[in-house]
């Protein structure tokens, strides 16, 4: 009997944002030519892991909740009050404690941020080369947002990804160390993302969202 009323207290658990460290430290080997594989795939399934996360998440909140005990999917319609039950193991909770757990943990996104996720949940464990990995990630973390009318970047999802606040994050992107090293590919994607990023901090000004202007960057300013 105890073990059930613990089981139906059980909240959900979502994989914790990476850290910055780790990945600064991961740019800083490629950028001298270095591939290490012990490091490549420890922030790759770090980050897949929190990609993962998101995805479930999402999908609870669209009215498929995960069991944090079992794995079951639970169909909800996300009443506040309602109570999500587990017909497999007898899990209980409230969806209003459950969302609880997702709500501003920068665990929400539309279909674009969605997809690139799932892109790299598929295709990261199955990467035949350290490069291969390496341009996977670098290709994730530079991702964004997006608003459709018009379309233009709006939020990384490396704030989605990477420990630290939006400005935080935006300014940890832009500072990555890059060498004659560097994979190939990864200098155009910083490349893409700095012009990307300049916009973002003009998105966010106009919300009154506290982004840093970059040091090197006063056109921004208004």
């Not at 944002?17 to 430290?25: A, D, E, G, N, Y």
């Not at 929190?50 to 995805?55: G, P, V």
Request: contains cysteine; glycine residues 8%.
């Amino acid at each position: 009997m105890d073990g059930a009323v613990s089981e139906r207290k059980v909240l959900p658990q979502w994989a914790s944002r990476v850290q910055q460290s780790k990945i600064r430290l991961l740019y800083e080997t490629d950028a001298k030519g270095i591939y290490d594989d012990e490091l490549i795939e420890e922030v790759g399934y770090a980050l897949l892991a929190r990609c993962e996360s998101f995805l479930l998440a999402n999908e609870a909140t669209s009215g498929r909740a995960p069991c944090p005990v079992c794995g079951c999917v639970i169909t909800h319609g996300r009443g506040k009050q309602e109570i999500l039950q587990c017909a497999a193991c007898g899990w209980e909770l409230s969806w209003d404690d459950y969302f609880g757990t997702i709500q501003h943990k920068q665990l929400s996104g539309a279909a674009p941020v969605l997809d690139l996720f799932r892109t790299f949940v598929a295709r990261f464990p199955s990467a035949r080369t350290p490069q291969e990995g390496m341009l996977l990630i670098d290709t994730l973390i530079h991702g964004y947002h997006w608003n459709l009318t018009p379309p233009s970047p709006t939020r990384p999802v490396g704030v989605n990804l990477i420990e630290g606040r939006l400005g935080e994050v935006i300014d940890f992107l832009d500072e990555l160390t890059y060498g004659a090293g560097s994979t190939p590919g990864t200098k155009e994607t910083r490349a893409e993302w700095l012009e990307r990023s300049r916009i973002v901090r003009c998105w966010a000004e106009t919300r009154r969202i506290m982004v840093p202007v970059r040091r090197d960057d006063k056109s921004t300013a208004s």
